[in-house]
T-cell receptor, first 109, second 115 residues
């Protein structure tokens, strides 16, 4: 079956750095997305990786290793507004998005 | 509008009632997706349209669920004879054809509560 695993919850301190991991097992791979979702709101696009390596976009970076079925989202200089759920999603061979359950990130002052 | 809109934002239905959820995608977006999201979970794929054609409905949980997009823009997700297990947030997303690098743009969702 298809499976995406990410931690349920993480806590970090304002101004610090946090890394949210995602491992996946899917039927085919056509790219991996990270989305941010604030409580009661729609997911918003953060990043897309289809090749191995690190993609940096401001305070957020996303890494992919296709051979390991592994990705992480790195958030730097954490702000209180970064408190949200972070969802990992993979495009499978049929270009259907398979979603993880999300990691709830709690930022403390 | 600038984004994907959905209506109603909240819907309470008694078990057995039929409901219709509307999605207005971003103008010009060819692809439209419906997802079901339970509390504390990621979205679960329901169905996918390319223009007016429903190319994939493998995620619809039962024949009580029906979706349409007759003119290739607005879409409606209909649930007949609602059950308590249908309570969830229903998300609609749209994207440009061939522009997967930008991801899907999501609407605010419709929170359905079946009592």
């Amino acid at each position: 079956g298809q499976n995406i695993d990410q931690p349920t919850e993480m806590t970090a301190t304002e101004g610090a750095i946090v890394q949210i991991n995602c491992t996946y097992q899917t039927s085919g791979f056509n790219g991996l997305f990270w989305y941010q979702q604030h409580a009661g709101e729609a997911p918003t696009f953060l990043s897309y990786n289809v090749l191995d390596g690190l993609e940096e976009k401001g305070r957020f970076s996303s890494f992919l290793s296709r051979s390991k079925g592994y990705s992480y989202l790195l958030l730097k200089e954490l702000q209180m507004k970064d408190s949200a759920s972070y969802l990992c999603a993979v495009f499978d061979s049929n270009y259907q998005l398979i979603w993880g359950a999300g990691t709830k990130l709690i930022i403390k002052p | 509008g600038a984004g994907v809109s959905q209506s109603p934002r909240y819907k309470v239905a008694k078990r057995g009632q039929d409901v219709a959820l509307r999605c207005d995608p971003i103008s010009g977006h060819v692809s439209l997706f419906w997802y079901q999201q339970a509390l504390g979970q990621g979205p679960e794929f329901l169905t996918y349209f390319q223009n007016e054609a429903q190319l994939d409905k493998s995620g619809l949980p039962s024949d009580r669920f029906f979706a349409e997009r007759p003119e290739g823009s607005v879409s409606t997700l209909k649930i007949q004879r609602t059950q308590q297990e249908d309570s969830a947030v229903y998300l609609c997303a749209s994207s440009l054809e061939g522009q997967i690098v930008y991801g899907q743009y999501f609407g605010p969702g419709t929170r359905l509560t079946v009592t």
